[in-house]
């Protein structure tokens, strides 16, 4: 009954959603988390160069962490062996210290957004020779100015064993250790974390404690845990989600929420099994809200992400930071992935960078204390 009532007032909100932010411009997400955890986004190169003035304000109202989307992938930083592009990194970083921001990076080893030229190495030494030149160079122009570094990221399969990428076949395990060690070297100061999508889920959460208790064994500093939180408002799993925190936390690291954003879309491989061949691309089954987002959408999406925060502030005391996956829907990669050319709208702010019924419901759990 009374979730009945306050779906009926969420329903009364998005309703009247010509919400203006004027609205909510006492107040905003990092000061009324303040206390709480750090509230982050995700800058890419259009936020970086300060191109858009309503994005601006938005991120520097909102926001107190960042993280670079893009820039600082390996492929973007360092496109050849003695080549490295510094431009846009610098920028980041300097519009996180002018702002007083956290400022993350993102990310040092990774399968995925890798230059060209490391699929064509073949001897182990050459991939160390990369793996060592890449981190020394990067975390090291950086040091004491980046607040916390994703080492590694996405090394684990689904199952939890570890992922055959080109750093586990030529180097063993042992790289995961080697990459910590040479971050902690090259910045003593950052926090490194490991950083996965799915880690909450219980076998890739098993191999993600494996791996992290096997690094502090060998008595390499890890400080945290990155579960990345890319989720769907369909399949959102609270319980899960919480165990998570709870087992990690008793590792004796933080978590931190590392690119959070909930999917409203119909997910393709749901519908895989039944039609393998189906072509998903201009599917309007698949994208069907191209024209707006319809009400009963919109509070199931201020809902999940109410109850998503209240869980995180119940564990306050064990989260680092949230960080979101974009600055507004517009932005967000989830518009072309899995599926290129969809309408999603999974973050807290619209197209016109005016903040959702999300929004508002993730900031009223603080105010409503
Ligand atoms: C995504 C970016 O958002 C896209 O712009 C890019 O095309 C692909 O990568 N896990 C990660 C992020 O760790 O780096 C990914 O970011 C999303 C999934």
Redesign the pocket.
Known sequence: MRRQNRLKSLSWAAIALGMSYSAYSQTSLKSAYQKDFLIGT?L?TSHIEERNETANQLIKREFNAITA??IM?SEVIHPEWNRYNFGLADKFVEYGQKNNMYIVG??LV?H??LPRFVSKINSPDSVRLFMTEHIKTVAGRYAGKINSW?VV??ALNEDGTLRKSVFLNKLGEGYLKEAFELVAKADPKAALYY?D?NIEQPAKRKGAIELIKKLQASGTKIDGVGI?G?WSINTLNLKVIEDAIVEFSQLGIKIAFT?LDLTVLPNPWDLRGADVNQNFEGSPKMNPYTTGLPDSVQVTLAQKYEDLFKLFLKHKDKISRVTF??VNDGHS?LN??PIRGRTNYPLLFDREFKPKLAYKSVLELKAAK
């Open positions: 995700a890419g989307e893009n992938k993102h990310t990774w995925s957004q994703d990221n996405e950083n999508y990345q890319h690119e996956w974009g990669w072309g992935f």
